[in-house]
């Protein structure tokens, strides 16, 4: 239930929690789900609930239902959708929140008598090819490399935590194996954003290494000349395709800061580079530079907070009118 906010728990003298909205430890619920396809599908409507036995619907707290310790949207996963058949695009899929005495009265049955409904959409799996990019600086004089020092497994961790942001839309990035690129350019690994800078620049950076699939560099640092009060070191970078700003291409820092001047910056772990990784092809596959500064729970809020990556129906409906065509992702 995104923006149905919570706030921290009250707590007594003793530090106990008086009162949580929603804890998913705790919460004790009967979930519902129905499934209306048309009729010209031929799928019958389908109707189940946790409250069943033996139990078909495996939504619950327990399982696949979450509120993060630090964030106030509980989130739900229905995993065993797919065993229902009924993926007809437009389908209605309804959600159902219940008491669990509906058990003792049929009156109180979750589908007549619920707490709140969720309206969801069947809709068809979005699929983008995606190529990762390691932005090594080799010294041109004496061979010596400057890595991101950002592993293939690191990687693999983050394209999976991308999918589970993005799998709320239905889309699915899928990537080859990272390609390490050793560049003479300093500036590569330390790229800067902005069009009067000299050496290289982002635009200069997605130019120079460019794939058939949505490319994703990782680099040093990136510094952005309009960020902040005379610029500053930012975490991601993206020129999204139509934007007109250069060869499309997703840009993320794994410092923010540079690397020469201050060598004691820590790299960024990969929770924090996953949300910026996910929000930077946001703005490509959403072919957006918007933000949503009006939902502090989203993905395209500004910033780095790995904890705020929700995705709203609005941007839903961006993605599929008007959003990037996995056929043609450059375009
Ligand atoms: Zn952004």
Redesign the pocket.
Known sequence: MPGAGIGPALRNAMGEPLSRKLSAASIEVVWARAIVPPVASGWPASFVRSSNDPPVLLVSPDGNGTSPPTADNFRVRDVGLQSYGASVAGTPVHYYLGHPSEVVKPELYVFNNHAAKLDAVWMPQLTYNVQVHLVDYVNPTTGARTPTAITAGEIDTMIANVNMIWSQLGVRFVAAPPVTNGTTVAEDVDVIVGATQAGSSNDELTARFPSANIDIFFVNSIWTSTFGLGGAFDA?N?IFPGSGLGTPGVIVAAKVGPNASTPGTARRDVDDMSRTLA??LG?YVLKS?E?RDDELWNL?L?GADYNKRDLDDAQSTRLRNSGVNPATPDQ
Do not use: V
Request: glycine residues 12%; charged residues 10%; negative net charge.
């Open positions: 991601g993206a929000h930077e703005h530079a933000h395209m500004p």
